[in-house]
Structures are given as C-alpha cells and as structure tokens.
C-alpha cells in the first residue's frame, strides 16, 4: 500500500485537523467525538440538516457543511458509519429550535446509528426527523429488506433540502422535499479497481486489468457483476440506460414520527422517467479516476439522454461521493422540478460546493 | 454458575481474541462486506478493555450496561449498535446481579437474541451474528434443562454456534452489505457469525478453566 498518511489511525482525525485548518471561515470541527459543523450554527430559527456516513468519501459530507447545505456532517471510521453519541452532539450543538432533518444514506450500520440517534436526541427534546436515501438501481428490488444503497442523490439531497432550510422552509416541509428528491434521483457505479482501506492495507478486492465490477456501492464492496473491459461510450450507455429504465421501485421504510416519538413504517414508490423529464445529470468520480474522463462519460450521457428525450437542465462533474483511492464513475439521474431547480441553484457556500456568492 | 469475577475475565479475554483475529475478521468481511469487522470489534472491545477496571466493583448488570455504552460509541457500522443492543439487553436482564445462575445465564443469551432482532430486524438464515447466537442459544437452555453443568452447557452452545457459523457459508445473505451483493455473497463464511462465535467460545474457555 502506497499512502499519504502518517498513520493508519489517525487518518479520520489528521484529515479533519487539516480540513478546520483549511475552511475556518467556514466549518468548525468538533474531537470526541467527532463531527464537522458550520461556524454560524446555531442558526435560531432555521431547521438544521445532519448528515454523516463513514469516512473515505470525501468531500462527501464534511466538504458540503456550510451556507445553503449541512449544518453539522458526522464522519465514521473509514468506511464505518459515525456512532449515535456523534449524531446526538453534532445535533446539539446545531439544533436552532426547528427541528433536526437526518439525511441517512441507507447501510444498514448507518440506518441503525442513526435510529438510535434519533431516538436520543428525541428523549433530550429536540425534534428530529431522518429520512433515508436509497437511489442505487444496481441492488434489487426488495419489499422488506435492506433494500437499495444510499449513494449519489445524497448530494443532490443535501444541496437542495439545505437551501430550502436557508429559504425557511420548516422540519416538515424539509423532510418532505428530502423524500422527494430521493424518489425522484436514481444512480449506478462501476469499478475499473478497488480502493485501499488505510487500516487493512491492501485492496478490498482484486480486478484483473481487463475486468471491470458493475453495480458496486461506496464502500468497496464488490458489485453486482464482473465483466470484461469496456469502452468509456459503452460503459456510460450500460449504466445511464439501465437507470433510465428502471421502472417504479416499491418499497417500505422506517421513519420516526417526531410527534409520537416512534417508529412508523411507509411504502414509498419511485415514479419511473418518462419522456420530457427535466433532469440533472451528475457524472461522479470515484476517487481515482480523473475529470477528464469524466466528460468523456458526460459526453455519452448527454447523447442518450437527448435520444430518450430527457431534458438535462443541470449537471455536477467531478469528485464528490468518493471511495477513497477506487478508480470508476457513478452516474446520478434525478428528475427535476420548478422548486427543485430554484433551489438547486440557491447560493452555496461549503468547502466542496460554491456558487451563487 | 457464572460469577462476576469470571465476566469480567471473560471481557478481558474477548479483547485479547478479538486483537488476534482482527485480521482474520476483516478478510471475512472484505470477501462479502466492506473490509472493517475485525478492525471495528477490535477497536470497540480494546476500549471495553480499559474502561473495565472501573466497573470491577459493580453488579454484573452494571458491567454489561458499561460494555454496551462502549461499543455503541466506539464501534459504529452495524456491528455497534448490534452488539451494543445485545449487551444493553442483557445489562436490563441480569441488573443488580454479582453472580448468575444457569437459569440467569439463559435469560441472558434470551436477551443477547432479543437486542439482535429487536435492533437489527434479522431472522435466522439472514446470514448474521443470530445464526450463531440463536443456535446457541437454544442449546444453552436444553442442556442446561436436562442437567448439565455450566460448563458443559456453555460447551455444547459453543459447538452449537460454530455449526451454525459454518452453516452461514453456503447461505445467501439478506441483511448487512453482504446483502447488496446477492447470490455472490454464497460461499463466504458470515464474519458477524464469526464474531459472536468467537466471544461465545471466550465465555466457555472463561468457565471451564
């Protein structure tokens, strides 16, 4: 294993050692446990978003906490989801006395963290929804099971549910539009090789240099399906078809009702593209691969795209959901409306993500 | 009968066997998951380990409540608050015990299984910890029913749970990242299985020796 690192355990508190170093205009980061949060917080008034998933994706979420996104982002161990003490005090320290919106990508070490945070914070007072992303076609359908993986709609997500929060939207309204985009995105990935966790030191799985792994998540687990080496151009077309033709998704999930202080279970369906969809189109690299492949992807997509009449009316290239040092792309539909476009294009100011300012 | 001197021995030697296999779990989980069992229940019970002297002198309950509050916080993934439930129960089960009695140690791996489901929703056969616990489990309160000694019990559920480790194998998994990988995850021993197997073989050495 080849590392910018000094040591393997001190990757996650280095790293974020260097990111307050670099951002204090606008982040703070809190050790012990750790979270990341924006310096105004508390904002009185405003609903604060919470995200957090393991460390290793960066920017992913640490690098989205600032105006018009996060309010606090929680990192885990590589690859580990954040436990419930870090959720719990990240919300704490942001709560503005509108409530708390969890965006929960769904693993299941994730999900649960984040049901036991929930719980907490519910039983210090402060109300807290979580709603959980679950975009990723390359799993199956399920009804009652873990279901799909939270990967790039969490992004788009956090951008568009943060600007509603800076807009005034409030707990309810948040979590709504949450769902909504959730509903709405859909995203596949595929990788040319594995990443290198930092504590096991060698790659999570092995890929011959004419093989590819289709279908993969974000932590370096293996995809759905090994397959031989393909063209940039037939790579793209082999995810971008199979999300835009992913029919409606059923399935049941948990969420807590901040009211009864309880869990509730609600089948939610993802409507299916149709021609003419406004869509956004995000090309997201995995880490290793570099923008200029990007584009070249970006390029076939917006062929296909033109040719299932989907309109693509906004677009995100680059690095943002990442799996460390894991070279391949994912690619992130999400089908767009008048709010959702307004609010996608709100001002934005994170380490990671900035316009409008 | 189990005694809280022995508890905390066994805690003590969870750490040492779990720093052992640390490797061996992790390339478990790399097959199927994501590469962090062993690295996260090694890092979780290596903090138990130093925050047990300071419950040396409580009821086992208590004892059992401290380990769960640690693992909850340190280990995150699914693992912490699997494990953290399953001990968190356990604590409720035994409070205010310094000493428990086979019938208690049933009521105890009874509650280890209720944290398991309750917190992960999970059924045997998923391919999870609970297909070793569960087994091992109903063999515990058999043995125990029909006379054994503690130790004996403890030893036919430890043999109990290594079968329905080894059962996990050719299974296909329905909880847990393993999950995403469908008929791929066949063939891969369950590293969460794996684990409880291991702190379940800790406890009978614990007794037994």
Known sequence: MKKLINNSDNVVRESLEGMAAAHPDLIKVHFDPHFIYRVEAPIPGKVALISGGGSGHEPMHGGFVGLGMLDAACPGEVFTSPTPDQMLEAAKMVTGGAGVLNIVKNYSGDVMNFEMAAELAHSEGISVLNILIDDDIAVKDSLYTQGRRGVGATVLAEKICGAAAQQGYDLTQVANLCRQVNLNGRSMGMALTSCTVPAKGSPTFSLGDDEIESGIGIHGEPGRQRMSLKSADEITEMLAVSIIEDRNYTRTVREWDADKGEWVEQELIDPAFESGDRVLAFVNSMGGTPLSELYIVYRKLAEICEKKKLQIVRNLIGPYITSLDMQGCSITLLKLDDEMIQLWDAPVKTPALRWGI | ?209
């Open chain 2, 1 to 209: 009968m189990v005694s809280k001197e022995q508890i905390l021995q066994w805690l003590q030697a969870v750490a040492v066997v779990l720093e052992q296999n640390k490797d061996y779990l992790t390339e478990q989980d790399a097959a199927i998951g994501d590469a962090d069992h062993g690295i996260n229940m090694n890092r979780g019970f290596q903090k138990v380990a130093t925050q047990l002297p300071s419950v040396a002198d409580k009821d086992i309950g208590n004892i059992l409540k401290t380990v769960s509050m640690t693992l909850i916080s340190s280990v995150g993934g699914a693992s912490g608050p699997l494990y953290g439930t399953m001990f968190l129960r356990a604590s409720t089960a035994v409070a205010g015990k310094s000493e428990l009695t086979d019938e208690e140690m049933a009521t105890l791996f009874q509650a280890f299984v209720e944290g398991i489901v309750q917190r992960g929703k999970a059924n045997l056969g998923d391919k999870t910890m609970l297909d070793s616990l569960s087994p091992a489990t109903d063999t515990f309160q058999q043995a125990v029913a029909a006379g054994a000694s503690t130790a004996e019990a403890l030893q036919q559920a430890v043999a109990a749970a290594e079968e329905g480790m080894k059962q996990t194998i050719p299974l296909v998994a329905k909880k847990g990242r393993a999950s995403y990988l469908g008929d791929r995850s066949a063939g891969h021993q369950d590293p969460g299985a794996t684990s409880t197997y291991l702190i379940l073989k800790t406890l009978w050495e614990t007794v037994n020796s």
